[in-house]
Nanobody, 125 residues
Framework: QVQLVESGGGSVQAGGSLRLSCAAS????????MGWFRQAPGKEREGVAA???????SYADSVKGRFTISKDNAKNTLYLQLNSLKPEDTAMYYC???????????????????WGQGTQVTVSS
Protein backbone atom coordinates (compact mmCIF):
# COMPACT_ATOMS: atom_id res chain seq x y z
CA GLN A 1 0.00 0.00 0.00
CA VAL A 2 0.98 3.61 -0.60
CA GLN A 3 -0.16 6.37 1.71
CA LEU A 4 -0.28 9.99 0.57
CA VAL A 5 -0.69 12.96 2.90
CA GLU A 6 -1.08 16.50 1.55
CA SER A 7 -0.22 19.69 3.39
CA GLY A 8 0.41 23.36 2.69
CA GLY A 9 -3.06 24.54 1.75
CA GLY A 10 -4.53 27.73 3.11
CA SER A 11 -6.24 31.01 2.33
CA VAL A 12 -4.50 33.66 0.23
CA GLN A 13 -5.41 36.74 -1.76
CA ALA A 14 -5.41 36.77 -5.54
CA GLY A 15 -1.88 37.01 -6.87
CA GLY A 16 -0.44 35.18 -3.88
CA SER A 17 1.46 31.92 -3.70
CA LEU A 18 1.33 28.60 -1.90
CA ARG A 19 3.42 25.45 -1.93
CA LEU A 20 1.62 22.17 -1.47
CA SER A 21 3.44 19.06 -0.31
CA CYS A 22 2.51 15.40 -0.59
CA ALA A 23 4.39 12.96 1.62
CA ALA A 24 4.37 9.38 0.33
CA SER A 25 4.95 6.36 2.54
CA UNK A 26 4.53 2.62 2.36
CA UNK A 27 5.55 0.70 -0.74
CA UNK A 28 6.72 3.76 -2.65
CA UNK A 29 8.76 1.71 -5.12
CA UNK A 30 5.43 0.92 -6.74
CA UNK A 31 4.99 4.58 -7.75
CA UNK A 32 5.88 5.53 -11.34
CA UNK A 33 3.66 8.56 -11.82
CA MET A 34 2.35 11.22 -9.46
CA GLY A 35 -0.03 14.07 -9.95
CA TRP A 36 -2.16 16.80 -8.46
CA PHE A 37 -5.91 17.09 -8.95
CA ARG A 38 -8.39 19.62 -7.68
CA GLN A 39 -12.11 19.67 -7.07
CA ALA A 40 -14.39 22.60 -6.37
CA PRO A 41 -17.89 22.13 -4.90
CA GLY A 42 -20.28 20.88 -7.56
CA LYS A 43 -17.45 20.28 -10.03
CA GLU A 44 -15.71 17.15 -11.25
CA ARG A 45 -12.22 16.40 -10.03
CA GLU A 46 -9.78 17.65 -12.66
CA GLY A 47 -6.12 17.01 -13.34
CA VAL A 48 -3.79 19.91 -12.59
CA ALA A 49 -0.30 18.51 -13.17
CA ALA A 50 1.59 15.23 -13.33
CA UNK A 51 5.19 14.04 -13.24
CA UNK A 52 6.66 10.68 -14.21
CA UNK A 53 9.68 8.77 -12.93
CA UNK A 54 11.99 10.57 -15.36
CA UNK A 55 10.81 14.00 -14.26
CA UNK A 56 8.72 14.72 -17.35
CA UNK A 57 5.83 17.02 -16.46
CA SER A 58 2.38 17.77 -17.80
CA TYR A 59 0.05 20.65 -16.93
CA ALA A 60 -3.52 21.63 -17.48
CA ASP A 61 -3.82 24.64 -19.78
CA SER A 62 -5.43 26.66 -17.01
CA VAL A 63 -2.32 26.51 -14.81
CA LYS A 64 0.55 26.54 -17.32
CA GLY A 65 3.10 29.18 -16.44
CA ARG A 66 1.69 29.60 -12.93
CA PHE A 67 2.02 26.19 -11.24
CA THR A 68 5.09 23.96 -11.05
CA ILE A 69 5.11 20.29 -10.10
CA SER A 70 8.29 18.75 -8.71
CA LYS A 71 9.44 15.90 -6.52
CA ASP A 72 12.20 14.99 -4.10
CA ASN A 73 12.80 11.28 -4.51
CA ALA A 74 15.05 11.05 -1.45
CA LYS A 75 12.27 12.47 0.72
CA ASN A 76 9.44 10.66 -1.09
CA THR A 77 7.71 14.00 -1.39
CA LEU A 78 5.77 15.61 -4.23
CA TYR A 79 5.33 19.38 -4.46
CA LEU A 80 3.10 21.81 -6.27
CA GLN A 81 4.16 25.45 -6.34
CA LEU A 82 1.15 27.67 -6.98
CA ASN A 83 1.96 31.22 -8.10
CA SER A 84 -0.22 34.07 -9.34
CA LEU A 85 -3.24 32.47 -7.74
CA LYS A 86 -6.70 33.34 -8.98
CA PRO A 87 -10.09 32.91 -7.30
CA GLU A 88 -10.81 30.22 -9.91
CA ASP A 89 -8.04 28.13 -8.34
CA THR A 90 -10.09 27.71 -5.16
CA ALA A 91 -10.59 23.98 -4.63
CA MET A 92 -9.62 20.95 -2.62
CA TYR A 93 -6.29 19.77 -3.98
CA TYR A 94 -5.51 16.05 -4.02
CA CYS A 95 -2.24 14.20 -4.45
CA UNK A 96 -2.37 11.02 -6.53
CA UNK A 97 0.02 8.24 -7.51
CA UNK A 98 0.09 5.08 -9.60
CA UNK A 99 2.43 2.31 -10.70
CA UNK A 100 1.99 3.29 -14.34
CA UNK A 101 1.93 6.61 -16.14
CA UNK A 102 -0.90 6.89 -18.65
CA UNK A 103 0.58 9.67 -20.75
CA UNK A 104 -2.42 10.18 -23.00
CA UNK A 105 -4.87 10.34 -20.09
CA UNK A 106 -2.84 11.60 -17.15
CA UNK A 107 -5.54 14.14 -16.31
CA UNK A 108 -8.14 11.43 -15.66
CA UNK A 109 -8.84 10.27 -12.12
CA UNK A 110 -8.90 6.65 -13.33
CA UNK A 111 -5.20 6.92 -14.21
CA UNK A 112 -4.27 7.00 -10.52
CA UNK A 113 -4.94 4.34 -7.93
CA UNK A 114 -3.57 5.99 -4.79
CA TRP A 115 -5.04 9.18 -3.35
CA GLY A 116 -4.46 11.52 -0.46
CA GLN A 117 -7.17 13.11 1.65
CA GLY A 118 -6.83 16.56 0.13
CA THR A 119 -5.78 20.01 1.27
CA GLN A 120 -7.94 23.10 0.82
CA VAL A 121 -6.78 26.10 -1.21
CA THR A 122 -8.91 29.23 -1.01
CA VAL A 123 -8.11 32.33 -3.06
CA SER A 124 -9.97 35.55 -2.33
CA SER A 125 -10.40 38.44 -4.74
Amino acid sequence: QVQLVESGGGSVQAGGSLRLSCAASGYTNRVSCMGWFRQAPGKEREGVAAIDSDGTTSYADSVKGRFTISKDNAKNTLYLQLNSLKPEDTAMYYCAADGDCYYSSWYSVVAFGYWGQGTQVTVSS
